[in-house]
């Protein structure tokens, strides 16, 4: 498994969680050359991006969680991060970790469950 995803849960809507994402298995100088990023599906919805974070440091974000999410990333521990603040009902969705390394190869975490109540 070269992608860990973690931190999902319920909440009730306004509140918080932060993902995690960890490669353990792998080489350190890849990590730190992979694009990063966040996905969510919904149920009966296709896998939508989230949030992405370049090697280079440079972020994106769909337009639904701009000012809600913030994505980053610790090199050193080849981590990557989703908080989730002012979270909605809509933002229910399994939460995947992506990587697309330099060669280019693409890993996908486990996906993780966010569920928000209202």
């Known amino acids: 498994v070269q992608l860990q995803a973690s931190g999902g849960g319920s909440v009730q809507a306004g509140g918080s969680l932060r993902l995690s994402c960890k490669a353990p298995?792998?080489?350190?100088?890849?990590?730190?050359?992979?694009?990063m990023a966040w996905y969510r599906q919904a149920p009966g919805k296709q896998r939508d991006l989230v949030a992405e974070?370049?090697?280079?440091?440079?972020?994106r974000y769909t337009d639904s969680v701009k000012g809600r999410f913030t994505i980053f990333r610790d090199n050193s521990k080849r981590m990557v991060y989703l908080q989730m603040n002012s979270l909605e009902p809509e933002d229910t969705a399994v939460y995947y970790c992506?990587?697309?390394?330099?060669?280019?190869?693409?890993?996908w975490g486990q996906g993780t469950l966010v569920t928000v109540s209202s």
């Open positions: 974070i370049t090697s280079g440091g440079s972020l």
């Open positions: 992506h990587a697309r390394t330099y060669q280019p190869v693409e890993y």
């Open positions: 298995r792998m080489i350190l100088s890849t990590f730190s050359g992979s694009d």
